[in-house]
C-alpha cells in the first residue's frame, strides 16, 4: 500500500530533514503489514516546534474496512501514553503547591494509611517502585491478584462492601517493600488520578482537559470514561470501541468495562491507560514539553524547573527491573516518563517518552529538537518490538544537524 502524506505547514527540508527517509518509513511499514504484525500506522514528526511530516498507511481496522482510511488526526487509544500526561498533571499539581513527590500518597488517599501501604509515596507511584504488584502480564503466576485486576473488580461490583476502588486495590498487597523495585504498574497511575481528584475536587478526566487538552488545543483528545454530552464526542468514543473490539481481547476489554457514560455513576481514572488521542494532538503535547513546559506559541502549561524535574533520572543503579523476563537489569525511568536508551535506539542520550500497549509511541528528544508520535496497531494479542523500535530508528535517521 502507498503511504499518504498530508499537509503541514512545513517541509522536512525546512527542518534539515532528509525527505528520502520519509521512504524507507513506508516500505517499513508495508512490509511490518504483509508480516500481518500491525494493521495500519499513521503519524506526526515535528522539528523545532515545526510540524514537516504527517502520515498514514491502511484502513482503520483492514484492508476491506468499511470505517475508511487512517489519518493523522484519527482518534485512537493511547494506552500507557496517559502516564505521561497524568505525570504532568500530577507536577502542575506540584508546581502549584498542593503535593510533594517524598509525600505518602496515604495523607489524600487515608485508605492506604494503613501499614505497609503508608510507605508508599507520590514519587513511587510515578516510577513504578511503589512495591505493588505490577500489571498481571509481567509475571508468570497465572493465579495472583494484580492491582489493576482488582481495581477491575471493584468497578465490576466484586468488591460491593469497600468503600472505594483504593481499598479493592489494597486487596492485592505488595510485591516488595517501597523504593527497592521497578515493576510496571497501571494501577499506580490509576491511584494518580484518585489523587488529582480528590486534591482539586473535580474528577481527574476534566482537570486534564482543563490543563492540558483545550489550552494545547487537542481537540480530537480524552477519555474513554469522560463524557461531555457532546454528539461529537460520542461518535469518537463508539469508533473506537468498534476498533478496540477488532483489534484484541483486553482492548475490548478496557472499553467495555470503562466506557461509562454517565459520569455521575463511578468511573476508573483514566490516568493509567483510559485516553484517547491522535498523534497530530500528541505531537502538540510533546513539543509543550519539548520547549520546557509552553507551547511554541506560548500557552504555558508547566514551568521550565517542573519539566527538567519530571524527566531528570529517579531509579539509581540499585533499582532492578524482573517484569517480562528481564532478569534483573537496571531500568532508567523517570518520575512518569521513560528514559531507557540502549542498541536498539537510535535517539539522543537525555530524550524521553512512552509507548502504549496495542501500539502507539509519543517520544521527545531535547538533544535533536525532534518529536514524533504514532500509532501502529498490533494484530490480534501478538507483541513485537519492531513496529516501535525499529519505527522511531527509521523515523530518526533521516535528521541532519
Known amino acids: 500500500m502507498n503511504l499518504k502524506l498530508f499537509e503541514t505547514p512545513y517541509k522536512p527540508s525546512d527542518v534539515n530533514y532528509d525527505e528520502s527517509r520519509l521512504t524507507a518509513l513506508e516500505n517499513h511499514f508495508n512490509r511490518m503489514m504483509n508480516e500481518k504484525k500491525i494493521t495500519s500506522a499513521n503519524f506526526c514528526l515535528s522539528r ?59 495523607e489524600i488517599l487515608t485508605e492506604m494509611k494503613a501499614a505497609p501501604y503508608d510507605k508508599i509515596t507520590i514519587a513511587h ?23 489493576f485486576d482488582a481495581i477491575f473488580a471493584y468497578f465490576e461490583g ?56 483545550k489550552p494545547l488545543g487537542m481537540k480530537d483528545t480524552g477519555s474513554v470514561s469522560w463524557y461531555d454530552g457532546k454528539e461529537e464526542t460520542k461518535k469518537i468514543r463508539e469508533s473506537i470501541l468498534e476498533r478496540a473490539n477488532y483489534y484484541n481481547s483486553w482492548t475490548k476489554k478496557v472499553f467495555l468495562e470503562m466506557g461509562n457514560l454517565d459520569l455521575s455513576k463511578p468511573h476508573m481514572p483514566p490516568t493509567g491507560h483510559g485516553i484517547y488521542s491522535t498523534p497530530d494532538d500528541l505531537v502538540k503535547f510533546g513539543n509543550m514539553l519539548l520547549n520546557k513546559g509552553t507551547s511554541f506559541d506560548g500557552v504555558r502549561c508547566l514551568g521550565e524547573s517542573t519539566v527538567a524535574k519530571m524527566i531528570e533520572s529517579y531509579t539509581d543503579s540499585s533499582i532492578k527491573e524482573y517484569c517480562w523476563g528481564a532478569g534483573g537489569i537496571h531500568r532508567d525511568y523517570a518520575l512518569g516518563p521513560d528514559l531507557r536508551r540502549n542498541a536498539d535506539n537510535m535517539y539522543s542520550k537525555g530524550s524521553f517518552y512512552h509507548e502504549g500497549a496495542g501500539a502507539c509511541e509519543l517520544l521527545i528528544d531535547p538533544a535533536k529538537q525532534m518529536v514524533a508520535a504514532w500509532f501502529v496497531p498490533f494484530v ?12 522511531s530508528n527509521v523515523m530518526w535517521s533521516g535528521l541532519k544537524g
Not at 172 to 181: F, N, Y
Open 48 to 106: 523545532y516546534g515545526k510540524v514537516f511530516a504527517r502520515g498514514a498507511i491502511g484502513n482503520k481496522i483492514n484492508s476491506d474496512d468499511s470505517l475508511g482510511e487512517i489519518k493523522p488526526d484519527t482518534p485512537s487509544r493511547i494506552c500507557s501514553i496517559s502516564k505521561i500526561i497524568c505525570s504532568s498533571a500530577i507536577f502542575k499539581l506540584m508546581e502549584d503547591g498542593y503535593l510533594r513527590g517524598n509525600q505518602p500518597v496515604s
Open 125 to 147: 507511584l510515578l516510577s513504578h517502585t511503589s512495591g505493588l504488584y505490577p500489571d498481571d502480564n509481567c509475571f508468570d503466576d497465572a493465579y495472583r491478584l494484580s492491582p
Open 158 to 213: 466484586k468488591f460491593p462492601n469497600d468503600k472505594s476502588f483504593v481499598e479493592s486495590c489494597m486487596h492485592a498487597s505488595l510485591r516488595r517493600k517501597p523504593g527497592v523495585e521497578w515493576a510496571y504498574c497501571t494501577a499506580g497511575f490509576i491511584l494518580l488520578g484518585e489523587v488529582i481528584a480528590r486534591v482539586t475536587g473535580m474528577p481527574s478526566d476534566k482537570y486534564l482537559e482543563d490543563n492540558f487538552f
Open 380 to 391: 490480534g494479542d501478538a507483541w513485537y518490538p519492531d513496529p516501535l523500535y525499529n519505527t
